[in-house]
């Protein structure tokens, strides 16, 4: 275990310890985060760091090298009606998923997605 994540844990053991949490003047109720266990395969994946300007077709082309794409949300801003710099993706199977999660940056294009 690193200094940083011992640092981390005993933070956020110090956070639990305290009985109430106030936040801008009202009561919040923190908690640890739990790990998802799922038996379902993960064959989605969020791509942060695009470019909004990135094509669909670049991003599917790219992607695609992995595996089978089922599907590409391209989220938009509602306030200023533009793409915004991320995105999510569906693969056919769980493979690709696994492939692409190995390497942290994959170049898309001009932007370097996470």
Same mark, same amino acid.
């Given at each position: 275990?690193?200094?940083?994540?011992?640092?981390?844990?005993?933070?956020?053991?110090?956070?639990?310890?305290?009985?109430?949490?106030?936040?801008? /003047?009202?009561?919040?109720?923190?908690?640890?985060?739990?790990?998802?266990?799922?038996?379902?395969?993960?064959?989605?994946?969020?791509?942060?760091?695009?470019?909004?300007?990135?094509?669909?077709?670049?991003?599917?082309?790219?992607? /695609?090298?992995? /595996?089978?794409?089922?599907?590409?949300?391209?989220?938009?801003?509602?306030?200023?009606?533009?793409?915004?710099?991320?995105?999510?993706?569906?693969?056919?199977?769980?493979?690709?998923?696994?492939?692409?999660?190995?390497?942290?940056?994959?170049?898309?294009?001009?932007?370097?997605?996470?």
């Amino acid at each position: 275990m690193s200094e940083q994540q011992f640092a981390m844990d005993s933070a956020a053991a110090s956070v639990m310890d305290q009985k109430e949490h106030k936040l801008n /003047g009202k009561v919040i109720d923190p908690k640890r985060a739990k790990a998802m266990k799922t038996k379902e395969p993960v064959k989605k994946i969020f791509v942060g760091g695009l470019s909004p300007d990135t094509p669909e077709e670049k991003i599917r082309e790219y992607f /695609g090298g992995f /595996g089978e794409v089922e599907s590409i949300e391209l989220p938009m801003d509602n306030k200023t009606n533009k793409r915004r710099g991320f995105c999510f993706i569906t693969f056919k199977e769980e493979e690709p998923v696994k492939k692409i999660m190995e390497k942290k940056y994959h170049n898309v294009g001009l932007s370097k997605a996470q």
